[in-house]
């Protein structure tokens, strides 16, 4: 009897047959009259039932997309029957085993040959496995063309409501509830066509692709197999930086997908975890404990975006009319838009992206151009700044107001070099404060130079020069500098620094200048002492100092600088508790309630603070500087900063008192303890909606007179603010803009908000 040919396979109803996955085993169930179909039950698993033409045709199919052969490809033909009679019959009907190998051994000749009347049609490049059901993929395995044979093939699992292949044009169709398993990824639609030919596949219909920390849907989705290419039309989803290389690497390795993502399930469990500050490199004026810092740098990873078309491959994405926020709701309160994108993957931890036209959209109305094509990500670390310039303040050494700008001028393996350039507008409109006695126009223009990078993986080094003025024929007194390399040692950090006009601010005695610096210091981490909630922290350093000093008997000459160089030797250990005496419930992590103005909902608390700190100093002209301080605070916060008004307020409130010995004092200005008695304090207050104003001083209780005071002004939204902090006492200020970083559950909705449906070419979808 001559072999059945595919076309003697009852053709499956796609109205009708539900196919899944089935074990080997399953195929020799049992047996069905021939011209029965298949019967499958309501869970999507195809019963065991097939005809004996079915049978013979299965023990020819294998998984089409396989792509080489090789030893593993290898798969035992023989199918047990438990039915005595079935036995019979098959083994009647089949072909002799002898005309099978002799084929098997030819199968590498021509095509003409391979398709002979009397052969079984298969899919190409396949081998002879039971992975088909009536044209279902069961317990499938994927190749690349790339990929040796002698490793284990990716896992390929396929369920639809309906599917059909056709063996002569080796097309594959699947509908209905679609669900394709290729190796840690998971794959919904409404419809699936895959050519297997040339390995091409085309989905449609609330298509979700989701792998890892990586969820994208589109409406319709286009993919080469063999290529690694593709194209999404309508695009959306969610990207998380870090792992977008891996994640998006379907057959590589990776964590299994939770296939929950897959349902339209509302965002849920909306933490914020962080952010980045974008500001000038200036810092903010030190001595505000317990109100918000604004630190320079940090990251946001987490990103939702949209495209009316995004094309990619293994080296990036190309993305069309494209949409960016990190606001886990929709309709978004901050988006970045562009008329185009393109990300490139420049190394293995940078990525860079080209925009064009690129903007900042807040609140779906209000634009700002931001005035930039190129920003550089950096998956895991700080990334570039998008904003095209930041504004600062520095009275001391830049004579008020300066416009900056950061460029990244070298990038290899740990280590990055940047350039800022800064325009002194303040000193270019008013002039400067005590000019030099050579002037030049180059000395309204300033610059950083910084280099970061890695001696080892426990070992990082930053590199900075200031100058406030590139008039270099006065470098003595515009350039600042230092070099610092950080250890760790277990959870200790030893730091190696030099620096070079090193400026501190010590209290009632101002702004001083440190001329050198070379030392070694070691810091401790915070250390809890068992149960007692008690916390533990302690510092030693060595350095050789040339510093000011008013003690005259140090000096070698009367005339100025009046600077000394001395050894400098340091110990200071501090022990704190914290008693929490209330703490309040926070609101739900909502967009009305607990995130409406803030990434993270507050929770209302009073807290008592008790620290002290012992330091001894000793220097080589044989002084010594003791210090034993103690302190209490109060700090808290009332509040949710939900509502519109007065909803918010956060204070701190500390007394310090000093015990240092009169005859026991350092030798330099920079550090000699001169506040004994003081008292530190602060509140930023909610006035309406986003807006909080605030301040927070330092005055000495002897004298009476105010060491410091920083005026505070933040906007704040969920996903965004913008601060300005100014200190007149210390002529310096911060203004800066943050960027939230969010980890939420759950699919978001569209840009425009779960309510809004599109309607394309007069369809309402």
């Not at 998971?186 to 449609?204: G, P, S, Y």
């Not at 005695?509 to 008690?534: A, E, K, M, R, W």
């Not at 909080?692 to 603010?721: A, C, K, M, P």
Request: glycine fraction near 8%.
């Amino acid at each position: 009897m001559s072999p059945v040919r595919a076309s003697a396979v009852p053709a499956p109803s796609l109205a009708e047959t539900r196919a899944e996955f089935l074990l080997p085993e399953s195929l020799s169930a049992g047996t069905a009259p021939a011209d029965t179909p298949p019967s499958l039950s309501d869970d999507r698993v195809a019963t065991a039932t097939t005809t004996t033409a079915q049978r013979r045709f299965l023990s020819t199919l294998a998984v089409p997309w396989r792509a080489q052969r090789g030893e593993h490809d290898a798969a035992d033909r023989n199918i047990d029957v438990s039915d005595e009679a079935s036995e019979d019959e098959f083994q009647r009907d089949a072909p002799d085993p002898d005309s099978v190998r002799e084929r098997e051994s030819t199968s590498d000749n021509d095509d003409d040959d391979s398709a002979a009347d009397d052969e079984p049609v298969y899919p190409r490049a396949a081998t002879p496995q039971r992975d088909w059901s009536n044209g279902a993929v069961v317990n499938g395995t994927l190749l690349t063309p790339t990929q040796p044979t002698n490793q284990l093939p990716t896992p390929l699992n396929l369920t639809a409501d309906s599917q059909e292949f056709e063996p002569q044009t080796q097309v594959l169709t699947a509908q209905g509830d679609v669900v394709l398993r290729l190796g840690n990824g998971i794959l919904r639609a409404d419809r699936l066509w895959a050519n297997l030919a040339n390995r091409f596949v085309v989905v449609e219909g609330e298509v979700v692709f989701t792998r890892g920390e990586q969820t994208v849907e589109a409406d319709r989705g286009e993919y080469n197999l063999v290529q690694g290419t593709g194209s999404l039309f309508d695009a959306r989803g969610t990207l998380f930086l870090p792992r977008t290389g891996t994640d998006f690497d379907v057959l590589g390795p990776g964590e299994t997908t939770n296939p929950g993502i897959l349902e339209n399930d509302p965002i849920t469990n909306v933490q914020g975890t962080g952010g980045i500050t974008f500001g000038t490199g200036i810092s903010a004026p030190t001595g505000t404990s317990g109100l918000p810092q604004p630190n320079v740098g940090g990251f946001v990873r987490r990103f939702r975006f949209e495209a009316v078309q995004l094309d990619f491959d293994s080296e990036g994405w190309y993305a069309q009319d494209i949409s960016l926020t990190n606001d886990p709701f929709s309709p978004p309160e901050l988006v970045f838009r562009g008329d185009s994108a393109t990300l490139t993957r420049l190394t293995e931890v940078q990525d860079e992206l080209l925009v064009e036209n690129a903007r900042l959209v807040f609140d779906q109305s209000f634009t700002v151009p931001l005035f930039r094509d190129r920003i550089l990500l950096n998956r895991g670390q700080q990334s570039e700044n998008p904003l095209f310039v930041t504004i600062g303040i520095d009275g001391d050494d830049r004579d008020g107001v300066f416009i900056e700008r950061s460029f990244q001028v070298f990038d290899s393996g740990p280590w990055r070099a940047f350039l800022t350039p800064q325009f002194l507008a303040q000193r270019f409109v008013a002039g400067e404060e005590t000019p030099p006695e050579e002037e030049s126009f180059l000395s309204d223009f300033g610059l950083e130079a910084d280099v970061i990078g890695a001696l080892g993986p426990r070992t990082a080094v930053r590199f900075n020069a200031s100058f406030s003025g590139l008039d270099f024929q006065n470098l003595e007194e515009r350039l600042r500098s230092s070099v610092r390399v950080r250890h760790l040692i277990g959870d200790h950090s030893l730091n190696l620094e030099y620096s070079y006009r090193d400026r501190l601010f010590n209290g009632s005695l101002g702004f001083q200048n440190v001329q050198s610096n070379l030392g070694i210091v070691l810091l401790s981490p915070s250390i809890q002492l068992g149960d007692t909630g008690i916390f533990l922290d302690y510092q030693a350093s060595a350095q050789y100092i040339n510093a000011n000093t008013d003690r005259l008997d140090l000096l070698d000459s009367t005339t100025p600088p009046f600077r000394v160089s001395l050894g400098r030797f340091q110990g200071s250990v501090g022990l704190s508790r914290v008693f929490v005496l209330w703490r309040g419930e926070p609101l739900p992590a909502t967009r009305d309630e607990g995130l409406r103005f803030t990434s993270t909902p507050r929770v209302p608390n009073i807290q008592l603070i008790l620290s002290g700190r012992g330091t001894y100093t000793y220097y080589t002209s044989d002084d010594t500087q003791d210090d034993l301080s103690a302190s209490v605070g109060l700090t808290g916060e009332f509040g949710h900063f939900s509502r519109d008004f007065f909803d918010s307020t956060v204070f701190n409130l500390t007394y310090t008192r000093s015990f240092v010995s009169d005859a026991a004092t350092s030798p330099f200005l920079f550090d000699r303890n001169v506040d004994d008695n003081r008292l530190r304090g602060g509140i930023i207050q909610q006035i309406y909606g986003p807006f909080r104003l605030g301040f927070q001083t330092s005055v000495n209780l002897d004298t009476g007179e105010v060491i410091s005071t920083d005026y505070i002004l933040e906007y704040n939204r969920r996903t965004y603010g913008v601060f300005l902090r100014y200190s007149p006492t210390q002529s310096s200020g911060f203004l800066g803009f943050r960027l939230s970083e969010f980890d939420w559950s759950g699919r978001a909705q569209r840009f425009g908000g779960a309510d809004i449906r599109q309607v394309e070419g007069g369809i309402v979808r």
